[in-house]
């Protein structure tokens, strides 16, 4: 049986969750697979305060640094791919080919769910938690950014909603959809760019990961999950398992290249499979190592959307790596969520 780290919260805790002050990296142990969730939900939130006391709510707009903590969500600046952007436990961060780190913003907020937008630069939404001292509620619901991550204004669902997987459709961008982690779990959608949303309840969906959105078709989405990736063509009305070569494996990750639809990444957590890559719009894939072991896994993907040979992967402990040769060989960009100089 397939094994996986321990449970270190609920989902249902996780709503009401604050990091104590002193609260360190998230430890690991081989457990059952079921524990994969935890995961999901433990890791991103057990918070470490490793950041310097300079990345407070009065500190600069951007800030230079060595370090980040919590890596939640990846996106590829639709206008400079020279530019990544990091949402992660303690606010907003770009980093650039050079591998130059700058946070983004006054607020260290908990970026949760989190996308781009697939035209417009600098439009950013999330979900999660308020920064210690925000008067905020808490969880935040769904907020956008218009400047860059400067700064953030509500759009709906405050004190309502914790998505910890969210997607935005490159072929309508005012679809979103999004996992909510608050209760049992509930798929939601937004067909107004995030102002107003639908509360569809769970489906068959269970333990999601990962949110993906069909690059041409709006009402066509992707869940990863612990039984394999499973697909909806009526906008999350109905699911039905997409990729039969992975039913019943944990993937916790996965992306369609947004003007490439036959071209996707994920990560399937076992060592038969690792990384993975399909070039007939997830029906079939083929392993590019890099199984990360029982303690970790892929946790997020960025795709560079004018070349699809180049992407970036996150993993649950903060690590980063780039490929610009579709997965054959890979740069090391963060360790531990330090910063690795060329």
């Not at 998230?26 to 079921?34: D, I, Y």
């Not at 993975?276 to 960025?302: C, H, K, M, P, T």
Request: glycine residues 10%; contains cysteine; proline residues 7%.
């Amino acid at each position: 049986m397939q094994t996986a780290p321990t449970c270190l919260l609920s989902a249902q805790q996780a709503s009401r969750y604050s990091p104590p002050p002193n609260a360190g990296r998230v430890r690991f142990t081989a457990r059952s697979s079921m524990a994969w969730l935890a995961l999901a939900v433990g890791a991103f939130l057990l918070a470490a305060t490793l950041l310097p006391r300079a990345q407070s709510l009065a500190g600069p707009p951007e800030t230079p640094v060595e370090e980040l903590t919590h890596i939640h969500g990846l996106a590829v600046d639709p206008r400079d791919s020279s530019v990544l952007w990091i949402a992660t436990h303690h606010g907003l961060f770009r980093m650039t080919n050079a591998r130059r780190l700058v946070r983004v913003g006054r607020s260290v907020f908990d970026l949760m769910g989190f996308v781009a937008h697939p035209r417009d630069q600098g439009v950013f939404y999330a979900s999660g938690h308020p920064a210690p001292g925000e008067r905020r509620l808490n969880p935040i619901g769904v907020e956008a950014s218009r400047d860059g991550g400067q700064t953030w204004q509500p759009l709906a669902l405050a004190g309502q909603v914790d998505f910890h997987a969210m997607a935005i459709s490159p072929a309508d961008p005012k679809v979103l959809y999004g996992w909510n982690v608050v209760g049992n779990g509930e798929f939601y959608r937004s067909r107004d760019g995030g102002k107003t949303w639908e509360n569809l309840g769970r489906r068959d969906l269970d333990r999601v990961f990962y949110l993906a959105a069909h690059p041409r078709e709006p009402g066509t989405v992707f869940a990863a999950m612990m039984k394999g990736i499973y697909r909806s063509e009526d906008a999350g009305g109905t699911w039905r398992l997409h990729s039969p070569a992975l039913f019943g494996v944990t993937v916790t990750a996965v992306e369609w290249h947004p003007r490439q639809p036959e071209r996707a990444y994920g990560y399937a957590a076992t060592p038969q499979w690792g990384m993975v890559r399909s070039s007939d719009g997830g029906r079939s894939w083929q392993s590019l190592g890099r199984f990360l072991g029982e303690r970790n896994a892929g946790s997020r993907i960025a795709l560079d959307p004018r070349d699809a040979n180049v992407l970036y992967y996150a993993t649950y402990s903060d690590d980063l790596v780039r490929s610009r040769d579709a997965g054959k060989t890979w740069e090391q960009w963060l360790a531990g969520g330090r910063v690795q100089k060329p």
